[in-house]
């Protein structure tokens, strides 16, 4: 493990998916940071924190705090099937949405739509511009407090 590693994380035979915080970081704030990463302090084992709910997709979760605490800069070290960076997940299967196939359908459909009409052959003739400005008669106003 690199001297500047600031949190560490692996597999547990009892705890699951683990984490601890090296002596590089201040263990309130690396509590903080792991509690928000979905980890809880192991009971009777300072500086340990385990995965919330391992079974509910707990490599993944842990490959994703491995991720976002390197994004905010900190050197993690994580198992090979637990770093981001040395594994892959597997392919996931493309699900088609239809949004393509249902554009192009509606683009063919308002081809052939009858509501679509040709530009008029004969133009509408323009009413002249009244000579007078009409006059508008506002009621005056009531004084006193308005509602």
Do not use: C, N
């Not at 090296?22 to 009971?43: G, I, K, N, Y």
């Not at 500086?47 to 842990?62: H, I, S």
């Not at 679509?116 to 006193?144: C, E, I, M």
Request: charged content about 20%; hydrophobic content about 35%.
């Amino acid at each position: 493990m690199d001297p500047g590693t600031h949190f560490a994380f692996g597999t547990h035979p009892h705890h699951g998916f683990v984490a601890s915080a090296t002596s590089h970081m201040s263990s309130r704030w690396a509590h903080w940071l792991l509690v928000r990463e979905q980890f809880e302090p192991v009971d009777g084992q300072p500086g340990l924190f385990r995965l919330a709910e391992p079974e509910r997709d707990g490599p993944r979760r842990t490959r994703q705090a491995v991720h976002d605490l390197r994004r905010h800069g900190y050197a993690v070290h994580a198992d090979v099937a637990l770093d981001p960076a040395a594994s892959a997940d597997p392919p996931r299967p493309v699900r088609p949405h239809g949004l393509s196939e249902q554009r192009s359908r509606i683009a063919q459909a308002a081809g052939r739509s009858s509501q679509r009409r040709s530009a008029p052959t004969t133009a509408r003739p323009v009413p002249p511009k009244p000579a007078y400005a009409p006059t508008v008669h506002l009621p005056a106003a009531a004084t006193g407090r308005s509602r």
